[in-house]
């Protein structure tokens, strides 16, 4: 039985044996699950752990055990993306940890520059007789590594659901129901059954920001993952725009705008119009208001020009080449007017790139994000199995 | 618009939806909804600006509340198993009966 005693003033350290650091890192690390009672109750727990298992071996003054700990923490988390890395869950896990990790090495580092939103007694916690900067470098690259290798998880599970749910599966009814003639129809309606459409790909960013918002992921880091998540629906649109002729048409264009305006509507949602996520889609968005405007007179090719800024001169010939009528009010676009387009875009400096680079991934950054929590009230929650190691 | 919305509000429930379920339909996955939406909101109390004891006391009370969370955890783990072992056994004695009616009551053969 537990007999309650009087709670002593902690100082927010931890403490083990040096043998029982591989235990450590096992529990903590290696067999940890992303999801459980502890860790959804308090985000980053592990990593305000580990600090403080940190913090007791800087007090100590012993460099062997820092050194040895940090290490294998870092080895441990390498680990676990190596033999877990195609789960996004688990690789949000350990890039948000990784990330608290980092935050509490620069909070707690001594350095005024980072001190500045410290309470007093978080100032007391700071270490006191190791520079661990060098090591902070490591951990920021191990954390652009591990972004990097959550993007490829986001893109893998996301890439088969673009084409059909942004393309080929029509959400409004009636204005496609005139088929281009001679097209065969790619999405008859026994293979709607099972193929995804606009809700799955927005179910997807849903499950996507819930686990990233349950891991307690800095914002601005969020952020960044949503705004690539946006980047990569963009670019293997308007890439499958630009190759098959039977998306080319008015109907088609409308249906690319209803569709980027239920995206646009999940970011405002979500509160994050301000990710740069929308701007990622303009290319797109030009592409399908160039399948819908006027294509005929001289004024519709100037109004062409100016609106696609976004498109170099191959992309908007290459939509304008593949254009197919949907009915007989509409005309094929002529010759001569894609020769107009042409000639007034000839001093435009821009590549002469067709497809867009749907693998690019934009440089990502982690702006410290101090925490306000007070490591002398942090507690080992019993479903973690480390009762080998003690506040101190 | 209204109508998508609340079409998809039915098919993703929310962690705040665990909530809503009976005890008995409780799942650990709801558990860990659970301590996510509780964590959120002491979080909350805890980042306002408090003077004196009032941060150690909430964080007394978040690790009472990890604690009681990790209990219901087991909880529904083991009543889950349970329910599961008993189904198993009834199937098996529900095949048995079948099978001993099938050769048919002793001494008619």
């Not at chain 1, 039985?1 to 290696?30: A, S, T």
């Not at chain 1, 592990?46 to 100590?60: E, G, N, S």
């Not at chain 1, 890439?159 to 005139?178: A, C, D, K, N, R």
């Not at chain 1, 980027?260 to 030009?286: C, F, H």
């Amino acid at each position: 039985v537990n007999i309650p005693r009087k709670e002593k003033d902690f100082q927010g350290m931890l403490e083990y044996k040096k043998d029982d650091e591989p235990k450590l890192v096992k529990n903590l690390i290696l067999d940890l699950k992303p999801r459980g009672v502890a860790v959804n109750l308090i985000p980053g727990l592990p990593a305000y752990i580990l600090f403080m298992c940190v913090r007791h071996a800087d007090y100590l003054n012993d460099d062997q055990k820092v050194r040895s700990l940090l290490t294998s923490t870092i080895n441990g988390i390498k680990k676990v993306l190596k033999k877990r890395g195609d789960d996004f869950e688990m690789v949000s896990f350990w890039l948000s940890n990784t990330c608290r990790f980092l935050h509490c090495l620069k909070q707690y580092s001594g350095e005024e520059g980072f001190m500045k939103h410290n309470t007093p007694r978080q100032n007391d916690h700071c270490l006191t007789n190791f520079d661990l900067a060098e090591y902070r470098q490591v951990l920021s690259d191990l954390a652009i590594q591990i972004y990097q290798q959550l993007v490829r998880v986001l893109e893998n599970i996301l890439q088969p659901m673009i084409v059909s749910g942004m393309l080929e599966h029509e959400t409004i009814q009636g204005v496609s129901g005139v088929k281009p003639p001679g097209l065969r129809k790619r999405t008859s309606s026994i293979a709607d059954e099972g193929t995804y459409t606009l809700d799955s790909i927005i179910r997807q960013l849903n499950t996507f920001h819930s686990v990233m918002c349950q891991h307690g992921m800095d914002p601005e880091l969020i952020k960044q993952v949503v705004k690539q998540t946006f980047y990569i629906t963009g670019a293997v649109t308007l890439n499958n725009l630009l190759l098959r002729k039977d998306m080319c048409s008015w109907s088609k264009g409308m249906q690319i705008r209803y569709n980027v305006s239920q995206l646009e509507e999940w970011l405002r949602d979500k509160n994050l119009m301000n990710s740069g996520a929308k701007e990622t889609l303009e290319p797109l968005i030009q592409a399908a208001q160039l399948l819908q405007v006027k294509k005929k007179t001289d004024e519709d090719a100037e109004a062409i020009c100016s609106m696609c800024n976004a498109l170099t001169t191959a992309q908007i010939v290459k939509v304008l080449n593949l254009y197919t009528p949907v009915n007989e009010f509409e005309e094929r676009v002529s010759i001569s007017f894609i020769r107009t387009i042409q000639m007034r875009l000839r001093d435009r400096k821009d590549s002469p790139q067709l497809l867009m680079d749907a693998k690019h991934i934009f440089p990502v950054t982690f702006p410290f994000n101090p925490s306000s929590l007070a490591l002398e009230t942090i507690q080992i929650p019993a479903s973690l199995g480390l009762a080998f190691i003690s506040r101190v | 618009m209204q109508a998508h919305q609340h079409r998809e509000e039915e098919e993703e429930p929310g962690p705040e939806n665990a909530f809503e379920k009976s005890p008995f339909q409780l799942t650990a996955e709801d558990v860990y909804d659970i301590s996510y939406v509780v964590g959120r909101e002491i979080l909350k109390i805890s980042s306002e600006p408090h003077q004196g004891e009032a941060p150690t006391r909430v964080a007394q009370l978040q690790f009472k509340i990890v604690r009681i969370l990790e209990m219901l955890e087991a909880l529904v783990n083991e009543s889950n198993l349970t329910v599961e072992e008993l189904k198993m056994e009834r199937d098996n004695l529900k095949k048995e009966v079948e099978g001993l009616r099938k050769e048919g009551p002793p001494g008619n053969a």
